[in-house]
């Protein structure tokens, strides 16, 4: 996938980050558009493994909301893919997080 279809497809479902699968397993979230845009590359044909976030840390769904919290803050990521027997469930954002905490 190019960076320009990843794009496209997180514009079209509304999100700021899309996980990267090889044989089914979650390789890479790519979240960093706009640095590979202002280094100049071209987004129709450069792929976005070139881009992503390699071997992202995963949580298991039954990770408490103040400790996904914490590691959020502590990383300087703003995307937590969730994940159980292999299978990516999501990807938790900060703003969900903050959605969780002050929404209860």
Known sequence: MTLAEAAK???DAGHGSLGVFADRALVGIERDLL???GAGVEP???PVENWMS???DVF???TDVEEAARWLLESGYRHLPVV???ELLGIVS???LLRAVLEP
């Open 9 to 11: 497809s997180m514009a």
């Open 44 to 46: 129709t044909t450069e």
């Open 54 to 56: 390699p071997d992202p």
């Open 35 to 37: 640095r590979a845009l």
């Open 94 to 96: 900060v703003r969900d």
């Open 60 to 62: 298991h769904p039954d």
């Open 84 to 86: 159980e027997d292999g």
